[in-house]
Nanobody, 125 residues
Framework: QVQLVESGGDSVQAGGSLRLSCTAS????????MGWFRQAPGKEREGVAC???????RYGDFVKGRFTLSQDKAKNTKYLQMNNLEPEDTAMYYC???????????????????WGQGTQVTVSS
């Protein structure tokens, strides 16, 4: 079965950095979308970063150059390097995957079929 496991979430002060990791197992698809989402209490789930087999990396408007998504295909792992974190970045962060290569072209999240359990990021001022 497909399984996604996130790690790297932590508590950090504003201006700090974190690197989130998501390791996938049982995911053999050559066509794919892989993304990071986040959800804060009382707020909608929103896209943070997304990459697919047909599109270059896309970021949410709030990222403003602070985050970088990368992949290590040999390790079946994707990373989200987050720098200059702000209190507004506090949320549960989820990695997601989907065999469709077009998910990054949509702002929605309901169509993504594989999700990790989430890792908490807390940024204090």
């Amino acid at each position: 079965q497909v399984q996604l496991v996130e790690s790297g979430g932590d508590s950090v002060q504003a201006g700090g950095s974190l690197r989130l990791s998501c390791t996938a197992s049982g995911y053999p698809y050559s066509a794919y979308s892989m993304g990071w989402f986040r959800q804060a209490p009382g707020k909608e789930r929103e896209g943070v970063a997304c990459i697919s087999s047909v599109d270059s990396t896309r970021y949410g408007d709030f990222v403003k150059g602070r985050f970088t998504l990368s992949q290590d295909k040999a390790k079946n792992t994707k990373y989200l390097q987050m720098n200059n974190l702000e209190p507004e970045d506090t949320a549960m962060y989820y990695c997601a995957a989907d065999p469709s290569p077009y998910r990054c072209r949509s702002r929605g999240y309901l169509s993504w079929v594989y999700w990790g359990q989430g890792t908490q990021v807390t940024v204090s001022s």
